[in-house]
């Protein structure tokens, strides 16, 4: 999805041997799961992972449970 603007610094995260930029962008559009519905998420953004991650702002409204076993994820406001 695009992103409104380029990922600022918006903190920095530390690991017990290294520390970096967390940076933070909002999308351009909404993310929908279900019923719920959240216009210009913010995605943050760090070195060491290869993927934006939308977040725990997001997901906390929700119970996830994981059936690993088919392969599906649930999402329970």
Request: no cysteine; net charge positive; glycine share 8%.
């Amino acid at each position: 999805m695009p992103l409104e603007s380029e990922p600022k610094v918006v903190g920095k995260a530390r690991t017990g041997y290294n520390e970096f930029d967390v940076k933070q962008a909002p999308l351009k559009g909404s993310v929908r799961i279900g019923a719920q519905t959240v216009e210009r998420p913010r995605v943050d953004f760090v070195e060491i992972f290869p993927h934006g991650n939308i977040g725990h702002a997001f997901l906390s409204r929700f119970v996830v449970t994981l059936d690993q076993k088919n392969h599906r994820i649930r999402f329970k406001v």
